[in-house]
């Protein structure tokens, strides 16, 4: 049998259960592509899978690959996996209900990939569709941003939050980021036209009746944003689902939502990208082998932009 090396956890527990062991290589079915994965991108679901945080919502079965976010070149097609060619270089979210990609290989679903952006090497590649697709479908999917409006969006320096600013920019809205000092340039240079330095700074005094929250953060933070959105306006949460009522007691509409594969958005991600509007931050690369080093850089919660895995 054709074996390949992963990254898989055979327990919950810290960055120390993660083995980088020989596995068998996945097989394409039908419909599928097997692609040679060339990097991944590190989220911050990876290392919650990892240390059993997502269990009561989740139901994943060990021993398990982690990682669903990759970038790699096309090394064969099933049949009806229409529009791939082996050697295609191709990016893809792949689900976190579907096998893990911290792998040499994957076998997906040809449905929920797409062509990598030419202007992109893998690593950089690989950085974009979870955090990309998270922020396109909170802003335009779900907030329904317009041209003029403002957006507030928390942690606007983080892997989510600098794919948010861009598009917001790009969208024409008004950008308030929050973020520690040291992110403020980087935060404004991306596209804010606002940025608020949250460790010593209240929010609530400098975004007043906006037209969105972005919530990437949840808990108090949350809680806090209710009160900057004008009447009717729109919260958006990542962190957590905002209930119907809460959203009525504040005169507001909310939404919580968990991101999904999505092929045409990667698509038009990847021509903003090429097309210059949209720039990948990947702030560190590590060695797919060095996986607990990626995870421990991402639990400290203040990673700019992405962390990639090298494979
Ligand atoms: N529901 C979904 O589908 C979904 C999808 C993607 C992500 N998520 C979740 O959303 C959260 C964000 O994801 P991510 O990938 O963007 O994480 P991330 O890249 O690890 O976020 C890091 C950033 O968060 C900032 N930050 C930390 N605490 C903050 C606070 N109190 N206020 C403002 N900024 C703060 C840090 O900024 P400084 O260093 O400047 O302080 C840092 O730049 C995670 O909990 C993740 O699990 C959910």
């Given amino acids: 049998m054709a074996t390949m090396r992963a990254v898989r956890i055979h327990e919950y527990g810290g960055p120390e259960v993660l083995r980088y062991e020989k596995v068998p290589r996945p097989r394409r079915n039908r419909g599928e ?9 590190v989220n911050p679901v990876d290392w919650k899978v990892r240390a059993g945080m997502t269990r009561s919502w989740l139901a994943l079965e060990l021993p398990l690959t982690l990682g669903w976010d990759l970038a790699g070149t096309v090394e064969d097609v099933g049949c009806d996996a ?41 690593a950089h590649a690989a950085a974009v569709p ?21 957006v507030l969006i928390h942690a606007a320096a983080g892997g989510v939050g600098h794919f948010a600013v861009q598009l917001a920019r790009w969208k024409g809205a008004r950008v308030i980021g929050t973020g520690s000092a040291h992110n403020e340039g980087f935060v404004r ?10 460790p010593n700074q209240r929010f609530e005094d400098v975004a007043r009746d906006v037209d969105a929250v972005f919530d990437t953060v949840g808990g108090e933070t949350r809680e806090r944003s209710w009160g900057v959105l004008k009447r009717g ?14 959203a009525a ?21 990847a021509a903003l990208i090429d097309d210059g509007y949209v720039r990948v931050e990947v702030s560190s690369a590590y060695p797919l082998a060095e996986a607990g080093r990626a995870h421990a850089e991402s639990e400290t919660g203040h990673v700019r932009g992405k962390i990639a895995l090298m494979v």
């Fill in 82 to 122: 229409n529009g791939f060619a082996e050697g295609d270089e191709v990016f893809a979210y792949t689900g976190v209900r579907n096998p893990g990609v911290y792998s040499e290989y994957a076998a997906l679903d040809a449905d929920i990939a797409a062509r990598k952006p030419t202007s992109l090497d893998h």
């Fill in 33 to 41: 592509l097997l692609v040679r994965v060339r990097a991944c991108g």
């Fill in 249 to 269: 007691a504040h005169g507001v509409r909310a939404k919580g939502f968990l991101v999904k594969p999505d092929a045409r958005e990667l698509y038009d991600l």
């Fill in 233 to 246: 306006g729109f919260l958006v949460s990542i962190c957590g689902r905002p209930t119907d009522e809460e």
């Fill in 189 to 198: 240079a991306i596209g804010a036209d606002q940025f608020v330095d949250y």
């Fill in 130 to 150: 979870l955090a990309g697709l998270t922020a396109w479908q909170a802003l335009f999917d779900h907030a329904g941003l317009q041209e003029g409006q403002t």
